[in-house]
């Protein structure tokens, strides 16, 4: 599913690395943690994505991301759909 919306390559791997879940402040969060690896195996890119429901009505979902180089700086941001 997040392959997609991450708009990760064909040629490219998506490794899913951890996943933790949440439950804080009226919110069910799941994080999923994945690696980007190119055609040659080389590490491109890692990522962070939170997928959160509010456990009240009208429990609306929001799905962010983060996106980091291999040296660990933050590349990007923002939401997915």
């Not at 990522?47 to 983060?66: A, C, G, L, M, N």
């Amino acid at each position: 599913m997040h392959r997609e919306l991450l708009g990760i390559p064909e040629a490219h791997e998506l490794v899913h690395t951890s996943h933790r879940h949440e439950l804080r402040e009226g919110e069910d969060t799941n994080i999923y943690e994945y690696e980007e690896y190119d055609s040659n195996g080389e590490l491109v890119t890692r990522f962070t994505v939170q997928d959160s429901t509010d456990i009240r009505p009208p429990h609306k979902r929001t799905v962010i991301y983060e996106s980091f180089s291999p040296d660990g700086t933050k590349t990007g941001s923002g939401g997915l759909e």
